[in-house]
Every structure is written in structure tokens, then in C-alpha cells.
């Protein structure tokens, strides 16, 4: 985590932040043209110097996880948790083994349910719901 200035008040705050606690502006962060190498903020599509799409990197992309992969794993593997372990929450995947194995696997079904949901949901919801790190995780 590394301290960034905010672009309305100049304050430090973490680049982690999505608003500054100061001022509560968002934070805009300065990528680079990877044709040019112009600084551009994030949040535009085309860099005014040449143009160019700007596509952010895979480490700067809001998430690595393919929906379909999570959707799948939750249908054939749902009732293990395999599908939260894939999606980084560890304690949802320890938690749904527990229920699975209490629920004598009756818990998977609706694991099934869930891997549906997530195939069929739009890729701005499942982010949303299963990839956001600042919320607690969902079970359903």
C-alpha cells in the first residue's frame, strides 16, 4: 500500500482508497499509454496525445476472475466451496464445506443454484457481489 495526493485537495491518502477521506473526491489514479507513455488518469478510454485505446494492465484490472469458472465450479463443485476458494474467500469455502458435510450435501444443491445465478448474472453484478474485497462474503 503506498500513499498517493489526492488530485482535488492534496492531501495524502492511501492508494487503496476509493474516495479521499478529506475531501471525498474519488480517487482517479494515472495510468500510461502504452503506445506513447503519456500519464492519463484511469479513467478514460483514449489517450488525447495519440489516441490509443487505453486497456488497463491484468494486475490493474478490477478483477482476474472469469465469472463462467466460478459459475461452473459452483454447479460441479459448489457443495466443497470450491468456487469461494477460487474467488479468494477462503472462510466462505471452509464455512460451505462445514455446511455441506452437516447438511449431509444438501447444501450443495443450492450451491447449484448459486453457480446458475452466477453464469446467468451480468459481469458488472458479479463483480459486485463476489469480487469486491471491502464487502463480507456472500453465501447465496
Known sequence: MALI????CGQQISDAA??????????VKDVYCPKCGTKVPEN????PTCGNAI???ASE??????KTVAGLLAIFLGGWGIQ???LGKTTAGILT???????CYIWGLLMLIQGIMMLTMSDE????KYVDTDKTFPLF
Open 5 to 8: 495526493n489526492c488530485k482535488e
Open 18 to 27: 476509493k474516495t479521499c477521506p478529506h475531501c471525498g473526491a474519488p480517487v
Open 44 to 47: 478514460i478510454k483514449f489517450c
Open 55 to 57: 486497456v488497463p494492465s
Open 61 to 66: 484490472a478490477k478483477s482476474g476472475k472469469d
Open 84 to 86: 469461494y476458494f477460487y
Open 97 to 103: 464445506i462445514v455446511i455441506s458435510l452437516c447438511s
Open 125 to 128: 453484478a458479479f463483480n459486485e
